[in-house]
């Protein structure tokens, strides 16, 4: 007799297929070339996602804004953020999971597994969101994870390895320019701890004056305490949406991501003598507006001779000092985004762009008073354990997919950095992380109000997850 826990996964498996409407015999010898014994499938299946109430969720969530609907901006640390985070945690109490929070505030809702001392398996993504966006990005990670744990339970399926859904503080960089704030600092990076003591936003707030305004008082040292152990998770697995158009033009529902492109952001700053417009006459000025605009110009230039379309770069924040139509700007601030597949790439563009910001600064007359690469992070390759137990998952609900390169950056690059324990056959260190997609419409977009993910896209996104944690869970 196969032990509980795996009668139960085929269960959970059978219910799945026919919830999926497909053909249940066809499913159930699936399964049991999987398993390698015969299962039952004796009722009706509880094993349904409830995507009215996860559109209900999401919707509810986008009314906590500072933008007007239907676009969503919702930055760390403010009162927005702070209902959010109440409403999430609400959510996991309600599911029964046993909440914590670190002192950065990521959230984190754990369902206990009947091996608890294991590693558990972890889903998760984040619900900031950048000025101007739209509601879904992060959100289908955490609502959905939360609706997968759900499902999950209604099903009466138990796991063996703890399920924890995360919630992580500030994946976007909007409030202090630092990526993936929470998992970054989960991942145990010390000088992202250094600097987050001395950091300041845009108004001059310090990143512990903000915390502390929104109910995370700490002393610097207790950003240590945020970093987890190495093997604190088996796997982790983020549902998101793509943010980008190939699932919608390909017709397919679900990417399974075998890595993700390497991020890079750079500060830069110059200063001129600023001046009268109309008193100033061209050749005696030093123009720190023309310096950036010229710079903005240089990155692009960069990006496009590195001769691969998977280069990109962006200058998304160009100021201007004082701002007056009638003075010469004297101070500029850039910030300039450059991705890529290849990380030696990405970095000889960093390294161009450092020459032309300095040979600016000569020809210009103005000072590069600052240049400062804020994060240069490697790419993450998906484990292929995890990707088997997706692929397991989308074919047993007989579902179309493709294996695709996020471009886009997620939590799960840092995850990819806590979960060394495992030993591959080959004993090689291997990092089980994952992201899962799914599809989005219309055109692709992300970051603007029209981001838009169809219920049914939503709830197969849900159900690949359910059941490849689940699967995870009994390894
Ligand atoms: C995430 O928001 C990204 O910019 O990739
Ligand atoms: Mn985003
Ligand atoms: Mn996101």
């Not at 559109?55 to 901006?73: C, G, K, M, N, Y």
């Not at 992202?192 to 003591?197: C, P, R, T």
Request: overall charge negative; some cysteine; hydrophobic content about 40%.
């Amino acid at each position: 007799m196969p032990p509980p826990h795996v009668s139960r996964l085929l269960l959970i498996l059978a219910c799945l297929v026919a919830a999926a409407g497909h053909d249940d015999a066809a499913a159930r010898r699936t399964m049991e070339a999987f398993a390698g014994f015969p299962s039952s499938d004796d009722g009706e299946s509880p094993f349904s996602v409830d995507s009215e109430g996860l559109q209900r969720q999401i919707d509810e969530l986008a009314s906590f804004s500072d933008s007007p609907a239907p676009s969503v901006t919702r930055v760390l640390y403010s009162d927005k953020d702070g209902q959010a985070r109440r409403h999430i945690k609400g959510i996991m109490n309600q599911l029964g999971l046993s909440v914590r929070e670190d002192a950065v505030g990521n959230i984190f809702g754990r369902w206990v597994g009947s091996e608890a001392g294991l590693g558990a398996v972890a889903t998760g993504s984040h619900v900031d969101a950048i000025p101007f966006s739209g509601k879904y990005d992060g959100v289908v990670g955490v609502l959905g994870a939360l609706e997968a744990i759900s499902t999950l339970k209604r099903s009466g399926f138990q796991p063996k390895r703890s399920l924890e859904v995360i919630m992580f503080t500030s994946e976007e960089p909007t409030r202090f320019g630092i990526s993936c704030l929470g998992s970054r600092l989960m991942a145990g990076i010390e000088e992202l701890a250094q600097s987050l003591i001395n950091v300041v936003d845009n108004q001059n707030v310090s990143f512990l004056e903000a915390a502390s305004s929104a109910g995370y008082k700490m002393h610097p040292e207790d950003l240590h305490s945020v970093f987890l152990k190495k093997d604190s998770y088996s796997a982790f697995i983020e549902l998101h949406i793509e943010q980008g158009p190939i699932l919608e033009k390909e017709g397919i529902p679900i990417g399974i991501v075998t890595a993700i492109a390497a991020p890079a952001s750079i500060k830069v700053e110059f200063e001129g003598n600023g001046g009268h417009a109309g008193a100033v006459l061209m050749p005696a000025r030093n123009d720190a507006g023309l310096a950036a605009a010229e710079l903005a110009l240089a990155v692009e230039k960069h990006v496009l001779d590195s001769g691969s379309i998977d280069t990109v770069g962006t200058v998304g924040i160009l100021q201007l000092h004082p701002g007056a139509i009638n003075s010469i700007p004297s101070k500029s601030h850039i910030e300039i985004d450059v991705r890529d597949i290849d990380e030696k790439r990405r970095n000889d563009v960093i390294e161009k762009v450092r020459q032309s910001a300095a040979e600016i600064s000569k020809k210009r007359g103005v000072v590069l008073s600052e240049f400062q690469i804020i994060n240069q992070d490697p790419p993450a390759q998906s484990d292929k354990s995890v990707i088997d137990a997706m692929e397991f998952a989308v074919k047993q609900l007989n579902l179309e997919y493709k294996l695709m390169i996020s471009r886009a950056y997620h939590d799960s690059l840092f995850m990819a950095r806590l979960s060394f324990s495992f030993l591959s056959p080959s004993h090689q260190l291997i990092r089980p992380i994952m992201s899962s997609f799914c599809r989005i419409s219309p055109m692709g977009y992300s970051h603007k109000p029209e981001e838009y993910a169809s219920p049914e896209d939503m709830a197969n996104g849900v159900k690949v997850l359910a059941l490849a944690m689940a699967k995870l869970s009994l390894e």
